[in-house]
């Protein structure tokens, strides 16, 4: 099944906001309600859910928990999807410390530095090792996704090891773009671009704010 990249996206905060609702013991959910939480339209919600193959009710909506099922189905069909992390620096570490003890389906398996001195460490539960492992541990594990949170410099080049030892999905902290085969799928997040993009925004509704007083 193929599922565009921003349905995917809008699947996962679905299912986040199901998992919220289902825990307080709401049973069913109209389109119109996810809609409001996610910032679409129910038709929207409605083309997504039939993308991956559930149907709901016009008089009763959707089931919440049988919702929930199905995108776990999709997104996660068979088993926990290991995720290993390069770069055990501030940044990274603060990721680790995000999802340690998290109940996902994307443990964190495995770390990764080029620091002597984390080899053999635990950081935030999560087994660091010298990046002289990499391929070793990742062959081990059978892992196809990781964290890459090393400077740029170094980025292109732990990338194409990641690859070459059979990482198919990156998520890149490195402020560059990296060059991946076409089966490589690669998420960006660039806090610096984020943060000045969110500034320029507010300055510029400040002023124009100032400007109509």
């Known amino acids: 099944m193929k599922i565009p990249d921003r349905t995917v996206e809008r699947v996962i905060l679905y299912r986040r906001r199901l998992r919220t609702l289902h825990a307080a013991g709401q049973v069913r959910i109209y389109s119109h309600e996810l809609a409001g939480v996610e910032g679409v339209t129910p038709a929207q919600v409605r083309r997504d ?9 016009p008089a009763k909506g959707y089931e919440v928990a049988g919702l929930i099922a199905k995108i776990d189905e999709t997104l996660n069909p068979h088993q926990d999807e290991g995720v290993v992390l390069v770069g055990v620096g501030r940044l990274g570490k603060a990721f680790l410390a995000y999802f340690a003890g998290q109940a996902n389906h994307l443990p964190v398996v495995a770390a990764f530095d080029v620091d002597p001195e984390k080899a053999g460490r635990l950081v935030h539960g999560c087994r660091c090792h010298g990046l002289d492992e990499l391929e070793t541990v990742l ?9 890459l949170t090393v400077p740029g410099d170094a980025a292109q080049e732990v990338a194409d ?4 030892a059979g990482i198919r999905g990156l998520v890149n902290l490195a402020p560059i773009r990296l060059r991946v085969p076409p089966e490589v ?16 925004f507010a300055r510029r509704d400040a002023r124009a704010a100032a400007r109509s007083s």
Do not use: C, H, N
Request: aromatic share 14%; glycine share 6%; no cysteine.
């Open 49 to 57: 859910l039939m993308t991956i193959g559930y149907t709901g009710s």
């Open 139 to 147: 062959a081990e594990r059978s892992v196809r996704v990781a964290f």
């Open 161 to 164: 090891r990641l690859v070459r």
């Open 185 to 200: 799928y690669v998420e960006y997040l660039d806090i610096t671009v984020s943060l000045e993009k969110v500034a320029f």
